[in-house]
C-alpha cells in the first residue's frame, strides 16, 4: 500500500517494539521521535493512520494531532496515553478530534485490532470522497464481516427505506441520500471494538457509552467524506426516538430528520426479521405487528402506517429477500 502507518514517541523502545510487531504482520511502519519530525513525514507521504504518544518534549501529542487534522485531515488519529493521561484522551475522543487511544503498555492484539479498524476508517472516507459506489459498498461488507449476525443488513434497510421513499414521493438526490445513509447509518461502529459488539449480556456503563456513540462517529465519517447532509442527518439520528427518548440527541416527532425516521423503520424491521446471536428472527406479519406496537413511542406513526401498507401489498419481498441472504 502507498498509504502508511506513522507511530510517533520519544522513546525508543516504543518505537522499535511498534515496527517488530507490525513487521511480522508484513506492514512497515514510519516512526519520529519527536513532533517535528512526524510533521515533516506527513508532509511528504500519504499517512493513513498516526499513532501519536501525549507526553513528549517539545509538542504534545495532542498538539501533533490537531495539527495534522489540518495538513491532513484524512489522517486517521489515534492518541497513546499512560492511565493518568485517560481524561485528556476521552475529551478528544468526544470532540471527535481523535479516533481512538491507546493506553500503554497496550495489549498487541488490541493495538493491532485499533489499527486495522483505522484503516478501514481511512479507506471508506477515501472512497466516499470519490464516490464509487461499488467502493463504498464492498467497504460495507467488510465492516458487517465484524459482526457476522448483520451480513447484508445494510443493503436490506436501503432496500426497505427506499421502497418508503419512493412511497413518499421523495426526489432523487433524496432518494440517493437515502440509499448512502441506509449503507453507512452503522459504519461508526468502526469505532467499537470487537469485543463490545459480540459481548453476550448486559454491557456496563463505559461500552454502552462506546456503542450509543457510533451515530456520531458515523455521521462524523460522513461529514469529512463531504457527503450531503442529509446522509449525514440518517447516520446521526437514526436512533431517535419519536418520543424523544432516542440518542444522541433525544430529538423528538418532526425535529427528527424524516429521512432519519424513514432509515430508523427500516432498520428495525430488518433486525427483526433476521436472526440475531441473542434471539430467533419474527416472521414477516409478526414484525409488522412489533412496528405496529411502537408507532408513537418508538417509531414515527405515519411513516409506520404507510410502510405495513407497502410490505403487506408487497409480498414478493420475503423472497427477494432470502435470494438476497
Ligand atoms: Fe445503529
Ligand atoms: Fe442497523
Not at 455521521?219 to 432516542?246: T, W
Amino acid at each position: 500500500m502507498s498509504e502508511k502507518i506513522l507511530f510517533v514517541d520519544d522513546e525508543d523502545y516504543i518505537l522499535e517494539i511498534a515496527q517488530t510487531l507490525f513487521a511480522k504482520k508484513g506492514i512497515k511502519i514510519l516512526v519520529a521521535k519527536n513532533a517535528v519530525d512526524a510533521l515533516a513525514l506527513v508532509g511528504n507521504n500519504e499517512i493513513a493512520v498516526l499513532v501519536s504518544d501525549n507526553q513528549m518534549p517539545g509538542m504534545k501529542g495532542i498538539d501533533l494531532l490537531s495539527q495534522v487534522k489540518t495538513i491532513s485531515p484524512d489522517t486517521v488519529k489515534i492518541l497513546m496515553t499512560g492511565y493518568a493521561d485517560l481524561t485528556t484522551a476521552i475529551d478528544a475522543i468526544n470532540k471527535s478530534e481523535v479516533f481512538r487511544f491507546i493506553v500503554k503498555p497496550w495489549n498487541n492484539k488490541q493495538l493491532v485490532d485499533i489499527i486495522g479498524d483505522a484503516r478501514k476508517r481511512y479507506t471508506l472516507i477515501k472512497s466516499l470522497k470519490k464516490g464509487d459506489e461499488a467502493a463504498m459498498l464492498s467497504i460495507v461488507h467488510a465492516l458487517e464481516l465484524k459482526d457476522a449476525s448483520t451480513r447484508g443488513h445494510s443493503e436490506r434497510v436501503a432496500k426497505y427505506a427506499l421502497l418508503i421513499a419512493r412511497e413518499m414521493g421523495f426526489d432523487a438526490d433524496t432518494k440517493r441520500a437515502i440509499k448512502f445513509g441506509s449503507w453507512l447509518h452503522d459504519c461508526g461502529k468502526i469505532g467499537v471494538s470487537e469485543s463490545i459488539l459480540h459481548h453476550n449480556g448486559p454491557l456496563d456503563d463505559a461500552d454502552i457509552h462506546m456503542v450509543r456513540n457510533h451515530p456520531l462517529w458515523g455521521a462524523e465519517v460522513a461529514r469529512q467524506a463531504r457527503l450531503p447532509d442529509v446522509v449525514v442527518r440518517i447516520i446521526l439520528s437514526h436512533h431517535e426516538r419519536y418520543d424523544g427518548k432516542g440518542y444522541p440527541a433525544g430529538l423528538k416527532g418532526e425535529d427528527i430528520p424524516v429521512e432519519a425516521r424513514v432509515v430508523g423503520i427500516a432498520d428495525i424491521f430488518d433486525a427483526l426479521t433476521t436472526e440475531r446471536p441473542y434471539r430467533k428472527s419474527c416472521d414477516i406479519e409478526e414484525a409488522l405487528d412489533i412496528l405496529s406496537s411502537i408507532k408513537g413511542s418508538v417509531l414515527d406513526p405515519v411513516l409506520v402506517d404507510l410502510f405495513l401498507n407497502i410490505i403487506r401489498n408487497y409480498d414478493t419481498i420475503a423472497v427477494s429477500r432470502q435470494n438476497a441472504d
